[in-house]
């Protein structure tokens, strides 16, 4: 997916008071008021609240978020349906947002004061991202995709229960209402699917019914003489790509095998889609491996081509900071979002031009002088960096352990269990121990167990590899003049701000290595690292004085984590040239492959396996849940040439 830079909507107002576009030359809503249509046309029109009764889930999708009223009119309807959903998933596109200032005078006086209130409060930066954000305790999730819904509809992983075709008049915005935007909606469709407009144009009714759309008109309102309804009905229904999993119609159970912080990451997801869990770790408690260091780094990345890396890294990393600001309501849990600073060998003017071209706003990131640096570190720096505001440090082994105290009591710990091997017994896939003996049995198992997983899939040709870490840190008093930041710094290495008295920093990269001693060599090498990005010379420091912690990482070749269902062995037939076509085995999944990005990835990955597994709206575009999959690599062989 090409992305584009965001372009905020410029609001203004007609002389009674009706929010209008200059852009587009309409107003955002009649002049009866936006909740009247709301009501009337998109709930009405879909038959709403009566459809979503008795539902697990309910799936809305809207191709033009404006002011957000409709979605706003239908989070009060859920409210006030006492035979509500459970969940309520409501997709919207964007392509011009407005700001957050501007969403607040929007909503000044709002029929829905506290939910608009509440909205505007999570209110995300105005990234190329499809944004999670979530009300209700998680029971209801709006996720908004900012950019060109002809760009994003095409993207978007979901079976969808009633649409709403909503956005300025098809006159004013011809390419929002044409037959294409008609087939991917119906690509989109659940079964059942109703879609309800405002509009009656004919050319809009032409094309939902070619696309497979049952039309009828009905009586309008708002000045409207006549609306448009629909239900999918089509003559002919493609074929699923073969790894989609078909959504459950209820919640279920699930095994995970691993509990640091991919393992509770995802037993927290499959809560918040209502299902259950036991998490299963040899360790005795959670998080006591690689994600069990005493501190760790979570931020974005940019490049210049914003590619996959970087496009999924900015979505993980929007989440994150979402997701560790709760983590963070605990005053035992130590951390902080307060930014991290990425050091870089380029020109202040050079990051900036990145920047801009972009379109990245400076609430993900910005680029600033030395001198700028030096002073949001408190440390005399002599390059430029990018500053991540959203960007901070976390326990990690605490975040684990937070995570799997939310998704309880729906999740269960169960440690001191050594998994050995996996089991294909009827629909279910059976834990076994070193004995043989079943140690539990579920339709669906993830394996959050870094290199672990791989040997239980006896993936061997996965091209993931293991990485040896070292980290370093000692009393920070030992050296009275060492200026630690005020929040972390990252280069070639890292320094964290003093944590627990503690001067802590690091850390190496050794692939292959399995060495489990703390070494010398290595504490010597991460101080030299504190030395170039602090600038103070440690004097004679008694190496013995340092202390450190070795864990390996998993990471796989082409710097991304490997989520999602297992690939069916060899010899497939069909196509398998792009991941969403290999047969997976089913109810098999895995989170895995997290390198040193563990905290970032967490949640996203999580999010991800989860919906693979519950059926829900995946959180980011196909194309990226392509770029983490698993099958990824059975499509890069099937992609090369044959020699011969």
Same mark, same amino acid.
């Given at each position: ?22 852009h587009y ?6 002049r009866?008021?936006?909740f009247v249509?709301?009501?009337?046309v998109?709930?009405?029109g ?5 459809r ?5 889930r309910?799936v809305?999708?809207e191709?033009?978020f ?5 979605f706003l009119?239908t ?6 349906d ?6 309520l998933?409501f ?7 407005l700001?957050a200032?501007?969403?607040?005078r929007?909503?000044a ?7 608009a209130a509440t ?12 944004h ?21 509809l095409?993207e978007?992983?979901?079976d969808?229960?009633?649409f ?14 044409d037959?294409?935007?008609a087939?991917a909606l119906?690509?989109?469709a ?14 809009v009714?032409e094309?939902?019914r ?6 009828r008109?009905a ?5 409207k003489?006549?609306?448009?309804l629909?239900r999918?009905?089509?003559?002919? *229904?493609?074929?699923?790509p073969? +790894?989609?999993? /078909?959504?459950?119609?209820t919640p &279920?159970? $699930?095994?995970i095998?691993g509990a #640091?912080?991919?393992?509770s990451?995802?037993?927290l997801?499959l809560a918040?889609?209502g299902?259950?869990s ?6 005795d ?5 690689t994600?069990?260091?005493p501190?760790?780094l979570?931020h974005?990345?940019v490049?210049a ?6 496009r ?26 307060n ?17 801009t ?6 609430d993900?990131?910005?680029? *600033?002088?030395?001198?700028?640096a +030096?002073?949001? /570190?408190?440390v005399?720096?002599? &390059?430029? $960096?990018?500053?991540?505001?959203g #960007? ?7 975040t684990?352990?937070a ?8 999740a269960?710990?169960?440690?001191g269990?050594t ?17 043989g003996?079943v ?5 669906s ?6 290199a672990?997983a791989?040997?239980l899939l ?8 293991i990485?040896?870490g070292?980290?370093s840190?000692f009393?920070r008093?030992?050296?009275?003049h060492?200026v ?14 003093? *944590?627990?008295?503690l001067?802590?920093?690091?850390a ?8 489990p ?6 504490h010597a090498?991460n ?13 004679d420091?008694p ?29 497939q ?6 991941p ?7 109810g ?9 990005r563990g905290?970032?990835w967490s949640?996203l990955?999580?999010?991800t396996?989860a ?7 995946a ?11 698993p099958?990824r690599?059975?499509?890069r062989s099937?992609?090369?040439?044959r020699?011969?």
């Open positions: 997916m090409n992305t584009r830079p965001i372009t905020a909507a410029t609001l203004a107002y007609t002389d009674d008071g009706v929010p209008y576009s200059a030359q309409d107003i955002y809503h009649p009866a008021g936006a249509q709301a009501r009337y998109f709930l009405g879909n038959e709403l609240p009566a979503w009764q008795g539902r697990s309910f809305v999708l191709t033009g404006g002011l957000g009223n409709n009119a989070w009060q309807a859920w409210r006030d006492p035979a509500r959903c459970e969940r998933v997709i919207s596109v964007e392509q011009h947002p700001t200032d501007d969403m607040r929007a909503h006086q709002s029929p829905a004061p506290t939910l909205l505007v409060d999570a209110w995300p930066s105005l990234t190329h991202n499809l999670t954000l979530e009300f209700e305790a998680g029971r209801v999730r709006l996720l908004l995709a900012l950019g060109d819904v002809r760009s994003w095409p978007l992983v979901a969808v229960d009633a709403y075709l909503d956005g300025f008049a098809p006159a004013r915005n011809a390419e929002m209402w037959a294409h935007i087939k119906a690509r989109l659940a079964p059942g699917a109703t879609l309800a407009t405002w509009t009656s144009a004919s050319a009714r094309g939902l070619s696309a497979g759309f049952d039309v008109e009586r309008g309102t708002g000045g003489r006549d609306i448009t629909a999918y009905a089509p003559s002919f *229904v493609p074929r699923r073969p +790894s989609r999993t /078909s959504r459950h119609a &279920q159970h $699930a095994l095998v #640091g912080l991919a393992g990451a995802t037993a997801a918040q889609e299902w259950s036991t998490v299963y770790d040899r360790r408690t959670p998080a006591s491996e994600s069990g260091n501190a760790g979570f974005g990345i490049n081509q914003d590619g996959t890396h970087a999924f890294n900015r979505a993980a990393a929007l989440m994150a900071r979402r997701a560790i600001r709760r983590v963070l309501e605990d005053p035992s849990v130590a951390g902080a979002i930014g991290l600073l990425r050091l870089d060998e380029a020109q202040p003017a050079a990051l900036q031009d990145v920047i071209r972009l379109g990245l706003p400076a993900y990131v910005q680029a *600033v002088s030395p001198a700028e +030096s002073a949001l /570190s408190g005399t720096l002599r &390059q430029a $960096a990018w500053f991540y505001p #960007g901070g440090w976390v326990d990690p082994a605490a684990a352990r995570w799997l105290a939310q998704a309880s009591p729906l269960r710990f169960q440690g269990v998994v050995s091997r996996l089991k294909r017994h009827g629909d279910s896939w059976q834990l076994l121990d070193a004995e003996r140690l539990d049995e579920a339709e198992v993830v394996l959050a167990n870094a672990e791989m040997r006896d993936a061997h040709d996965w091209p993931i590899g990485v040896r070292q980290i840190h009393q008093d030992l050296v009275p060492l630690l930041p005020r929040l972390p710094l990252a280069g070639s290495g890292y320094v964290l701000p003093e *944590v627990n008295g001067a802590l920093f690091g190496t990269s050794q692939p292959g290595d399995r060495e001693d703390v070494r010398p060599a290595d090498a101080l030299a690292v504190l030395r170039d990005l602090t600038g103070v010379e440690l004097g420091l190496i013995e004085t340092v202390h450190g912690r070795v864990g390996w990482r998993t990471a796989a070749q082409d710097r991304l984590p490997v989520v999602g269902a297992v690939p069916a062995p060899a010899d037939q069909g196509r398998l040239d792009q969403r076509f290999v047969h997976c085995l089913p098999l999944f895995v989170f895995t492959a997290l390198g040193s905290i970032t949640t990955g999580a999010r396996v919906s693979w597994i519950a059926g829900a709206p959180p980011i575009e196909a194309s990226l849940v392509d770029a983490i999959a099958a690599f059975i499509s099937a992609r090369r040439p020699v011969g």
